[in-house]
């Protein structure tokens, strides 16, 4: 089971990016796939979650109506479109999963309960 996380960069304020999380070894069909970021001296936080197998999404609040997940099972991907982007979304964003079986509306943005982690793409937002 592996997941690729790519698409970081530097951007300026405002602007727009979109992120990758290639899985392979496993159908998204069978898992959640959630994107989370870390920020220096910061908690990993949950950004955005999406159930592949009724297409449902989650966001968290700071991010809602800027971000956009989607999934595309035949490549099993699972992209995240960041928009308006602000110096505070810069940080080290991860895609995970977690087992259908185990995923939960209500904890969807817990890490620790997620199987397994990509490697980490950074975005930076900056002038």
């Known amino acids: 089971v592996q997941l690729q996380a790519s698409g970081g960069g530097l951007v300026q304020p405002g602007g727009s990016l979109r992120l990758s999380c290639a899985a392979s070894g496993f159908s998204l069909a069978d898992y959640a796939i959630g994107w989370f970021r870390q920020a220096p001296g910061k908690e990993r936080e949950g950004v955005s979650c999406?159930?592949?197998?009724?297409?449902?999404?989650y966001y968290a609040n700071s991010v809602k109506g800027r971000f956009t997940i989607s999934r595309d099972n035949v490549r099993n991907t699972v992209y995240l479109q960041l928009n308006s982007l602000k110096p505070e979304d810069t940080a080290v964003y991860y895609c995970?999963?977690?087992?259908?079986?185990?995923?939960?509306?209500?904890?969807?943005?817990?890490?620790?309960?997620?199987?397994?982690w990509g490697q980490g793409t950074l975005v930076t937002v900056s002038s």
């Open positions: 999406i159930r592949s197998s009724t297409g449902s999404t």
């Open positions: 995970a999963a977690i087992s259908r079986l185990q995923f939960g509306v209500a904890t969807w943005g817990l890490a620790r309960l997620y199987n397994y």
